[in-house]
Structures are given as structure tokens and as C-alpha cells.
């Protein structure tokens, strides 16, 4: 398979998936129960300059491992606090998982299995709602 071959196909991945992830990323509140407890943390590593405790209304909480609050707090000094910077993370990575299907699905199978397998991961419901 050719190089530009690949790129093409990647770039159909990262348009369709980035479409699907990033089109209304930031029109709907904050719904599950853990995506407000996750925004307000990242939030609050930002307010106390402590990126190494999160909290969660002040009380110090180490229920997860910081990385993913990181990132959201690396979101919110990018792209301000609010809605689609807290997903934003989540968005991009889902966007990133879709690319690695296809790129693992040559490699095991074939180059037609692997868009199909991306392409079929990037528009399950599940996994859009997820990203």
C-alpha cells in the first residue's frame, strides 16, 4: 500500500471522527454525574495552583489518578473554562482511538478492515458518547 494511500485514509478517519467528536462539543451542559465532579476538579487545580492533590469543593479527593485532570486543566487555560473545554480532552482522544483501530486493523488484517473497523468504531453510539 502506498504512503499516500495511508495518509488519505487517515485523513477520512480524522474528518469523519472529528466531525462526529467536535461538532456540538460544547452546546450541551455538563450531564453524567462524573463529568461536572471532573471539570470542577480540574477547575479547582487551576484556582489553588496544586496540581498534584485534586479536590473536589475544596476537600482534597484522590479517588483517580490526575492525568486525565490534567489534561482538562491544560483545556481550560487553552481554551477557557466551560463545556468544551472539559470534553475536549476526552474528544481528542476519541478522534486518536479511531486512527489506532485503523492503524492496528492493517496491520493484523488488512487495509480494507482497518478503515471499515475505524470507521464502524467512530460512529458507534457508545463510543461517541464516551468521546
Given amino acids: ?21 467536535f461538532s456540538y462539543l460544547g452546546f450541551h451542559p455538563l450531564l453524567d454525574p462524573d463529568e461536572p465532579v471532573y471539570a470542577e476538579t480540574a477547575r479547582e487545580m487551576l484556582q489553588f495552583h496544586d496540581f498534584i492533590s485534586p479536590r473536589i469543593y475544596g476537600d482534597f479527593w484522590y479517588d483517580k489518578p490526575p492525568m486525565y485532570y ?12 466551560g463545556e468544551f473545554a472539559a470534553r475536549f480532552p476526552s474528544a481528542f482522544f476519541a478522534v486518536g482511538g479511531s486512527i489506532l483501530a485503523y492503524l492496528s486493523g492493517r496491520e493484523l488484517f488488512n487495509e480494507r478492515a482497518g478503515l471499515l473497523g475505524a470507521l464502524v468504531l467512530a460512529t458507534s453510539l457508545e463510543y461517541f458518547y464516551l468521546g
Fill in 1 to 21: 500500500m502506498t504512503n499516500k494511500k495511508v495518509w488519505f485514509y487517515i485523513a477520512i478517519i480524522l474528518g469523519v471522527a472529528g466531525i462526529l467528536m
Fill in 70 to 81: 490534567w489534561l482538562v486543566a491544560v483545556a481550560f487555560k487553552i481554551f477557557g473554562v
